[in-house]
């Protein structure tokens, strides 16, 4: 076998090797459908050999660089498939070599300046590394596996609506700040409904909430800060509901800062000064007479 690789890459006949590839997979992938205890050996090589055909398509003119990213990424769905039926200590192979199909696509698509597709191919790549967190965390399988799925699903997403953005040529900073903030969102997983919501939630509000405060104070226009403060007060409102201290004090502290700064931005700089400085002293007198609401303290340390 190898040696009949070797003269084909010599000779440059990629339509045979393709085919050469092709009907080395077949067994191996019939195996895989019929026998459970061969999966974890027969789908890495059948997957393998399928990707090396489909790489090779390419310069052999049998498949478009597009065509052949799908079937790559087809074959990550697929090997993604086939794992759920795998012992924990025996899917590793057959997780290495998805990835690699995963990657391989995505290399191929920026080869050929696809820009368009390989945002869609990262935004399906990132929903399907999700969707196998998701499966890992119903089944309560909290091996560094199935945090490092939701991690890559979360980079692939954000890349995607970062590649979106890029190919809309947008300058809003929303465009840019929201996918990373999802993408921190994402990469949570399964800690945002149980977990700390600082860890959790954190991240990913203030990476959404910053850009945009900054840029409602310092840009014209009163669209942008009336929909932060109505984000913020979703926030609050979501916090406080769900018991989630991360948004509840992000969503506060976004609309003080965001209404402190639309009046500073307002009035002339020396009046600007001096409110901010006789805000900090009165704040710094008044701190030793403040009490919270009665009960609020001990509400807020109940929230995660």
Do not use: K, Y
């Not at 980079?155 to 300058?171: D, V």
């Not at 009336?226 to 926030?235: G, R, S, Y």
């Not at 710094?284 to 807020?300: N, T």
């Amino acid at each position: 076998m190898v040696l009949a690789v070797a003269q084909l890459v010599a000779a440059a006949r990629w339509p045979a090797l393709v085919a050469l590839l092709v009907l080395t997979a077949l067994p191996a992938a019939g195996v895989a459908a019929v026998r459970r205890d061969e999966r974890p050996d027969a789908v890495p090589s059948a997957a393998g050999c399928l990707a090396a055909a489909a790489l090779l398509a390419v310069p052999a003119g049998l498949l478009s660089p597009g065509a052949a990213a799908a079937a790559l990424t087809g074959l990550f769905a697929a090997t993604l498939a086939a794992r759920p039926g795998m012992a924990a200590d025996l899917r590793g192979p057959t997780g290495t070599v998805g990835a690699v199909c995963a990657g391989a696509a995505l290399v191929v698509l920026a080869v050929d300046a696809a820009w368009a597709p390989l945002a869609l191919h990262l935004a399906v790549q990132g929903v399907l590394s999700c969707g196998w967190g998701a499966l890992l965390a119903r089944r309560r399988d909290d091996s560094p596996e199935a945090a490092a799925a939701w991690r890559t699903g979360a980079a692939e997403l954000g890349a995607a609506g970062w590649t979106a953005a890029a190919l809309a040529g947008s300058t809003v900073v929303e465009a840019w700040s929201l996918p990373a903030a999802a993408a921190l969102l994402v990469a949570a997983g399964p800690r945002l409904l149980d977990g700390p919501s600082w860890p959790a939630w954190g991240p990913g509000l203030v990476t959404a909430a910053a850009p945009s405060t900054v840029a409602a104070v310092l840009q014209p226009g009163a669209l942008r800060p009336a929909l932060v403060l109505l984000a913020a007060a979703a926030a609050m409102a979501l916090g406080a509901r769900a018991a989630v201290r991360a948004a509840l004090l992000t969503g506060a502290v976004t609309a003080v800062t965001l209404t402190a700064g639309l009046v500073v931005a307002a009035l002339p700089l020396p009046l600007a000064a001096v409110l901010v400085v006789g805000t900090g002293l009165l704040g710094l007198g008044a701190r030793r007479e403040l009490r919270p609401v009665a009960g609020f303290g001990e509400r807020l340390a109940e929230m995660r």
